[in-house]
T-cell receptor, first 112, second 119 residues
Framework: RKEVEQDPGPFNVPEGATVAFNCTYS??????FFWYRQDCRKEPKLLMS???SGNEDGRFTAQLNRASQYISLLIRDSKLSDSATYLC?????????????FGTGTLLAVQP | DTGVSQNPRHKITKRGQNVTFRCDPI?????LYWYRQTLGQGPEFLTY????????KSRLLSDRFSAERPKGSFSTLEIQRTEQGDSAMYLC?????????????????FGAGSRLTVL
C-alpha cells in the first residue's frame, strides 16, 4: 500500500463548480499535512497546510480526520486558473527523519 | 533571486554516461531534499540533508546515485552509468528545521528542477 493515496482524476468541472479531493495516508504517526499545487511542467508549490481543526483560505478549505487518516481539499467557485495537479503531502515522522511523502496528485481541469 | 536554484535545467545524455546536478537552496534553510518525478506521478523522495549530514536515503537511491552537501550549503546529485529508466525530473527543495521556524518550518520550497533525458 502506498503511504499517500489520491484519486488521480482527471476531474473535469465547469467554472463556478465546487470540487472536492480526497487523500488517505497510512502512517498514523504523521504529524504534518499539506496540499501542494503543481502546474504543468512547473515545480510544486505550497497551496496550504492542513490543521487538525480544519482551515480555510479564501475559496479553499482543507480538512483532516486523524481517526480515518483522511485529508480533503474543497475548492469553491472554481476558476479557470485553478486548473492544475493537486498533491496531497504527509510527513513521514520517525525519530530523526521527517521527510515529506507526496501522493500521485489529482488533476483538475476547469472548463469555461 | 532568493529561491531554490537548480542547474542545469535540462540534460540530455547517452546511456552509460555520468551526470551531475547542482542545487543551491534558500540560504537560511538548513534542510535540503532531492526528489525525482516522472510523468503522471508525484515527487518521489530520494534523500535529504540537515546541514552537511545526509540523514536519510530512499531505497530508490541505488549505488549509482550519490548526493553530497559538503559545506551545508549547495548540494550535488550525481548519477553514474545512467540508464534510460533514470530519465525524470530531479527536484531539489529546501526548508528550515521543523520546530525552529514556526508553522512554516516544515514547508518545502522547490527549485524548477533538472530534467534528465537518457538516450
Amino acid at each position: 500500500r502506498k503511504e499517500v493515496e489520491q484519486d488521480p482524476g482527471p476531474f473535469n468541472v465547469p467554472e463556478g463548480a465546487t470540487v472536492a479531493f480526497n487523500c488517505t495516508y497510512s502512517n498514523s504517526a504523521s504529524q504534518s499535512f499539506f496540499w501542494y499545487r503543481q502546474d504543468c511542467r512547473k515545480e510544486p508549490k505550497l497551496l496550504m497546510s492542513v490543521y487538525s481543526s480544519g482551515n480555510e483560505d479564501g475559496r479553499f478549505t482543507a480538512q483532516l480526520n486523524r481517526a480515518s487518516q483522511y485529508i480533503s481539499l474543497l475548492i469553491r467557485d472554481s476558476k479557470l486558473s485553478d486548473s492544475a495537479t493537486y498533491l496531497c503531502v504527509v510527513n513521514s515522522h520517525g525519530g530523526a527523519t521527517n521527510k515529506l511523502i507526496f501522493g500521485t496528485g489529482t488533476l483538475l481541469a476547469v472548463q469555461p | 533571486d532568493t529561491g531554490v536554484s537548480q542547474n542545469p535545467r535540462h540534460k540530455i545524455t547517452k546511456r552509460g554516461q555520468n551526470v551531475t546536478f547542482r542545487c543551491d537552496p534558500i540560504s537560511e534553510h538548513n534542510r535540503l531534499y532531492w526528489y525525482r518525478q516522472t510523468l503522471g506521478q508525484g515527487p518521489e523522495f530520494l534523500t535529504y540533508f540537515q546541514n552537511e549530514a545526509q540523514l536519510e536515503k530512499s531505497r530508490l537511491l541505488s549505488d549509482r546515485f550519490s548526493a553530497e552537501r559538503p559545506k551545508g550549503s549547495f548540494s550535488t546529485l550525481e548519477i553514474q552509468r545512467t540508464e534510460q529508466g533514470d530519465s525524470a525530473m530531479y527536484l531539489c527543495a529546501s526548508s528550515s528545521t521543523p520546530g525552529t521556524g514556526g508553522p512554516g518550518a516544515n514547508v518545502l520550497t522547490f527549485g524548477a528542477g533538472s530534467r534528465l533525458t537518457v538516450l
